[in-house]
């Protein structure tokens, strides 16, 4: 293993030399985030290197506007709400569902499935799922969305803000102010959308995409890979998590996301409207669209005073720049939403690279 | 949240299946790979099985997950 590091080692010191400059890669999945740190590689990666923390928690990019609709029919006696555990301690204006959790009518649900049995079990009830995820999480949606219609439920409503991960890619780098030379992409969004999926961005901007799986050596791999890449001038979309994810990836799955959603623009935190970037049900699915039903405006919110993880989520800043990082803004009382979800830069952050500094 | 664990996949009805992550039994549905078969090894996200996967990738994945289990566990010991 030792020989597999020292070959990944001298591709990035060779890629670093020719550069005459660090290289900056954007690793887009939290998941990724959590496995560098835990695997100390950050503190072990040769000094040509530097890793940025992407847009890759869908719970770090839900606009605050979208938390606080939630959290304004979560208020309604004839609602519940089901949404997955990562959503709910996202602080919008009005608090968060935790806080709202002891009006019993938040339901934490492990599948979009549940959402579905939920407003089987509850008829007097108006069931909305909470539909966040990237393209990983949207094919169970859409699963559900499609067995919704065809059993004639009624009360069930999807509020969907299923993101799509290519985009916010290529919206970053149209941003003239990013450092991004190459993206380290998602294992498991790209077992549904492919290697591919990525090849836009590699036309268009000339940067490396290379898909790795969430073990240390293949990330160390995957960023040699990117080097060599940068080095011979010939990026490419390419995977090396090639047990599981293919160049074409779950056609099953995207067909279902085609048949059951349109791609329009939507809004990110801290990124902005991004085109086409957004996942909402399409006009025969209407009847289950909690956005139709509820009549919700959905007006895009300003992002909270002092909070910083716009610029943390486009790989601007580090974690600790932000004024309010591990003073007002922690684990426990997380201020952005980077702070909340487990996968999120500024937790992963507080999390492994705050010990390192204590000592 | 884009995190998928491997599962065998224990009895199977349709699309409906009870998969085995690491001795726990969970309720899953096999819509998206309608290839997979009793025995296989998939991998699952938020209740559905996403893809089919071999037994080695498997092993790496549950070695990886257990490392983490250990990890927060002397996490803990350290922190607290």
């Known amino acids: ?359 | 949240m884009c995190l998928a664990v491997p599962a065998r996949i224990i009895e199977l009805t349709g699309d409906d299946a009870v998969a085995d992550a690491i001795g726990n039994h969970i309720q899953i549905k096999t819509t998206l790979v309608p290839q997979a078969k009793l025995g296989d090894i998939v991998l699952i996200h938020a209740g559905f099985a996403i893809a089919v996967v071999d037994e080695e990738e498997a092993q790496k994945t549950w070695q990886l997950l257990a490392d983490l289990d250990n990890f927060s566990k002397t996490d803990k010991r350290v922190s607290g």
């Open chain 1, 1 to 359: 293993m030792l020989d597999r590091i020292n070959i990944a080692y001298s591709q990035i010191d060779k890629a670093h030399k020719l550069l005459g400059r660090r290289i900056n890669v954007m690793e887009v999945c939290g998941t990724h985030t959590v496995s560098v740190f835990r695997a100390g590689l950050r503190e072990a990666f040769p000094k040509g290197l530097k890793l940025l923390s992407g847009p890759g928690c869908p719970v770090c990019v839900t606009d605050q506007g979208y938390i606080d609709v939630v959290l304004s029919l979560a208020e309604r006696d004839d609602c519940l709400i089901a949404t997955y555990g990562d959503m709910i301690r996202v602080p919008g204006r009005k608090g968060s569902l935790e806080r709202k959790a002891d009006r019993g009518n938040i339901k934490i649900i492990l599948s979009a499935q549940d959402a579905l049995n939920l407003a089987k079990q509850n008829p007097g009830k108006k069931v909305l799922f909470v539909a966040v995820g990237f393209e990983t999480t949207a094919p169970a949606t859409a699963i559900v969305v499609n067995e919704a219609m065809q059993q004639g439920i009624k009360n069930l409503f999807i509020f969907s803000n299923h993101k799509l991960v290519v985009p916010a890619m290529q919206a970053l780098l149209l941003d003239k102010n990013n450092k991004i030379d190459a993206f380290l992409c998602p294992g498991h969004v790209s077992v549904i959308i492919g290697s591919d999926a990525y090849k836009p961005v590699v036309e268009q901007f000339k940067k490396p995409c290379v898909v790795a799986g969430f073990e240390p050596m293949q990330i160390i791999e995957a960023l040699a890979e990117i080097c060599r890449q940068i080095v011979d001038g010939k990026p490419q979309a390419c995977s090396l998590y090639s047990a599981v994810v293919t160049g074409a990836g779950n056609k099953t799955a995207q067909k279902i996301i085609e048949e059951t959603f349109d791609a329009v623009d939507g809004y990110w935190r801290g990124l902005g409207q991004i085109n086409k970037s957004t996942l909402k049900l399409k006009e025969k699915f209407s009847s289950l669209d909690a956005e139709k039903h509820f009549k919700v405006e959905f007006i895009p919110q300003e992002d909270i005073t002092g909070c910083r993880c716009g610029q943390v989520l486009c790989g601007l800043i580090d974690p600790p720049e932000c004024g309010l990082f591990a003073k007002s803004c922690t684990p426990d009382t997380p201020v952005g939403p980077c702070m909340v979800s487990s996968e999120g830069a500024c937790a992963a952050w507080f999390k492994y690279a705050r010990r390192k500094r204590q000592k």
